[in-house]
T-cell receptor, first 113, second 114 residues
Framework: SAVISQKPSRDICQRGTSLTIQCQVDSQVTMMFWYRQQPGQSLTLIATANQGSEATYESGFVIDKFPISRPNLTFSTLTVSNMSPEDSSIYLC??????????FGSGTRLTVV | GENVEQHPSTLSVQEGDSAVIKCTYSDSASNYFPWYKQELGKRPQLIIDIRSNVGEKKDQRIAVTLNKTAKHFSLHITETQPEDSAVYFCAARPPGAGSYQLTFGKGTKLSVIP
């Protein structure tokens, strides 16, 4: 399957600050996604990261809070801006390939204090 | 949008028994249904998937069945082992121009008792 490197793996941040999460894939992929998974919960799609254009956000998520970059077909970043304790969660990137379906990065465990 | 319901939320079985997890979906046009296993602290891993043109798919001890008429699909694990203990998520992908998003169920925590 596609190998996804996601970093940082975890971080503890002060409220009001921002954190940028990186996702690097070992091959070119068209579709990249960002999910949030709160403890003990399911996966919620934040946005689809589109290469060369603005990300497509799901209901309840906005660009000012979760800006996303996708400069090429192997890399994307998600920024969690102006963080509050409610943003404490696991953030995962995911890619879709025709051969392997949808695979996930190892996740970033974010704690906001 | 698509809505996926998953049952049960928790399931305990004796080692060697079978486990069945069921999901229903709302969009009759959804065409792809993967199942993920997530162990504690790890990423979700795809274990099996099925497309809408197939009724059943099997991979060793794992099988998935799809009933398009009833809009439900099920995961079957036979001869369960302690290492099958994890949270399992079903998902569905509705069609649409440029739309490839998965909608996930809420998950089933499976415990296999030795």
């Amino acid at each position: 399957s596609a190998v996804i490197s996601q970093k940082p793996s975890r971080d503890i941040c002060q409220r009001g600050t921002s954190l940028t999460i990186q996702c690097q894939v070992d091959s070119q992929v068209t579709m990249m996604f960002w999910y949030r998974q709160q403890p003990g919960q399911s996966l919620t799609l934040i946005a689809t990261a589109n290469q060369g254009s603005e990300a497509t956000y799901e209901s309840g998520f906005v660009i000012d809070k979760f800006p996303i970059s996708r400069p090429n077909l192997t890399f994307s970043t998600l920024t969690v801006s102006n963080m509050s304790p409610e943003d404490s969660s696991i953030y995962l990137c995911s890619v879709m390939t025709a051969l392997y379906g949808y695979t996930f990065g190892s996740g970033t465990r974010l704690t906001v204090v | 949008g698509e809505n996926v319901e998953q049952h049960p939320s928790t399931l305990s079985v004796q080692e060697g028994d079978s486990a069945v997890i069921k999901c229903t979906y709302s969009d009759s046009a959804s065409n792809y249904f993967p199942w993920y296993k997530q162990e504690l602290g790890k990423r979700p891993q795809l274990i099996i998937d099925i497309r809408s043109n197939v009724g059943e798919k099997k991979d060793q001890r794992i099988a998935v069945t799809l009933n398009k008429t009833a809009k439900h699909f099920s995961l079957h694990i036979t001869e369960t082992q302690p290492e099958d203990s994890a949270v399992y998520f079903c998902a569905a992908r509705p069609p649409g121009a440029g739309s490839y998003q998965l909608t996930f169920g809420k998950g089933t925590k499976l415990s296999v008792i030795p």
